[in-house]
């Protein structure tokens, strides 16, 4: 049974005091400053700006800004922050607000987080709700939108830090061309909550949330970032016509990739394969991975609450 927001799930968040933790070496440079002072001194709330500047710090600074009494902990950064602040959150009852600052915020377009920098900031002022999220999590590692195994993962690994701040998403597709020689089907093990599926596979997908990052754009229209399980996603081929069936699927047409909705799944490849977390590259495979389910809760807009309603 999966575990669905249901509107009475949304929680009204009347913040007093904010921490901002910052990632500055996430995405293109732009001031940012300005904008969160001024909009905190308009509705009167107390924040406070902190730095990352190596992996691990916004997960640190995350669960210390708990320990603090901040009754918001927002992210500005890119879909890496995001999800270190995310772990940093996970098991207390303090809510997520995303600032997009990053090459890729993929969380806020699946959430309907505004773009611009104030609106978000807005959010964190008293105009949004508090929306259960799920995590997955391998080991001790957790995860907030997917892990990907094979040729997605390649592509994450050929793009540089210089090159996404420079070309933003176009340094994705750069990454993508340049890792296609390399891509190819190999055989994988799937033990699906304890069900067992052998199959073929370029890339293989575990994801807690199916965006693609373009409003309307998702891997596959049954993945809900609340739904209490994740979605494996097998993609057979990396070619035009692989392409296009995705593509297809993003827009709940034509025929469905190989799917399966689960709690746990462990995954096996020969030979083994490249696997990426949330951006960052990880132990290769063999892995488990299970669902965290509402594990956090993340700050979004009233608007997403009604469209929920009106779409039931």
């Not at 409003?215 to 016509?241: H, K």
Request: proline share 5%; hydrophobic share 45%.
């Amino acid at each position: 049974m999966s575990q669905a927001v249901e509107s009475s799930a949304y929680v009204k968040v009347e913040p007093r005091r904010v921490h901002v933790i910052a990632n500055p070496a996430a995405g293109q440079d732009r001031p940012f400053l300005n904008v969160f002072n001024r909009i905190f001194q308009a509705a009167d709330i107390d924040w406070e700006l902190l730095i990352t500047k190596k992996a691990g710090d916004a997960e640190r600074l995350a669960r210390e800004s708990v320990e603090a009494g901040a009754d918001i902990v927002a992210a500005y950064g890119g879909d890496g922050t995001v999800s270190e602040v995310a772990s940093g959150l996970y098991g207390s009852d303090v809510p997520l607000a995303i600032f997009p600052g990053g090459t890729a915020n993929v969380m806020s377009v699946e959430l309907g987080i505004p773009s611009d920098l104030a609106g978000a900031v807005a959010l964190a002022c008293g105009n949004g709700l508090a929306r259960p999220v799920d995590m997955g999590k391998i080991g001790d590692r957790k995860f907030l939108l997917r892990t990907a195994i094979g040729y997605t993962a390649e592509m994450t690994k050929g793009t540089d830090r210089e090159e996404k701040n420079r070309l933003g998403n176009l340094a994705y597709i750069l990454s993508a061309i340049r890792a296609l020689p390399t891509a190819q089907a190999v055989p994988y093990k799937l033990t699906l909550d304890g069900q067992v599926v052998e199959i073929e596979g370029a890339v293989c997908i575990v994801a807690n949330s199916g965006s693609l990052g373009l409003p309307g754009w998702s891997l596959t229209r049954a993945v809900d970032v609340s739904d209490g399980l994740l979605d494996v996603i097998m993609i057979q081929n990396v070619d035009l016509n692989a392409l296009l069936a995705v593509a297809a699927s993003a827009f709940g047409v034509g025929e469905p990739l190989d799917h399966w909705q689960v709690r746990d799944v462990s995954i096996e490849a020969d030979p083994a394969q490249t696997v990426e977390s949330d951006g960052e590259i990880i132990t290769p495979t063999p892995l488990s991975a299970s669902v965290l389910p509402h594990a956090i809760r993340i700050l979004v807009p009233d608007s997403t609450v009604q469209n929920q309603e009106s779409n039931a």
